[in-house]
């Protein structure tokens, strides 16, 4: 006797290609939405030159604290363990120390561009580097390719003028470079630590990061 299978199991079994194709255009949606509100927090943060990094930072977490908290009410988040508490710290501790380093960068004398192009070129370096001292990561044979490229282009939409693509600041000193640099440590650190806590809602990161 041959089985045939029912147009219910069918569709149970597998998702229909437009409900696909119309969660890829959500999640592309998402992105683009999220980078250009970045943009905006980073160009307001260099608009606001005459604010301290610190009182910055107190404005847009206090905000971000009670937008975090009315969302964990509303999905009813479950406190973590207390293993996963103190990885949450601590990367809280690590995206606080970004956020401090590159809005500093950014009010700095700092060229845009250079600042853009020292965080995006070299927080994937520590981060790669740090997922292979800390948890015995394999570094990717096409990994310096993906770096190579990932540099060039920053450089080439950045245009930042220690590569000689603008002019340079004459009144900026070389140790700022420190700033964004410590920026992207900080970064790869905090991505790091989320490596360890993947599995808890979005909202709970938020949180920790605002506590």
Known sequence: QKSVASPAVSAVGSAPPTMSHSRDVSAIIAM???ELLLATVNVTVK???????????LV???IDLCL?????????CKLPGAC?????????????SFILFFWAALQSCMPLGDVVVLVIATSPLFLVLSAR?????????AWPV???LLGTGAALVNKPSF????????RCPAWMAALPVGAAICGAFMNLASRRVKHLPPVTLLLANDA
Not at 68 to 76: D, K, P
Not at 135 to 140: D, N, R, S, Y
């Open 163 to 170: 590569l000689g693509l603008a002019p340079p600041s004459a």
């Open 84 to 96: 996963e508490i103190v990885i949450l710290l601590l990367r809280g501790l690590c995206y606080c």
């Open 60 to 62: 847009r977490f206090s």
């Open 146 to 148: 993906q770096m190579l």
């Open 133 to 141: 001292l800390f948890l015995g990561e394999a570094i990717p044979r």
């Open 68 to 76: 975090s908290l009315g969302l964990c009410a509303y999905q009813r």
């Open 32 to 34: 683009i939405a999220a």
């Open 47 to 57: 608009w606001a030159g005459s604010w301290p990094s610190a009182r910055i930072m």
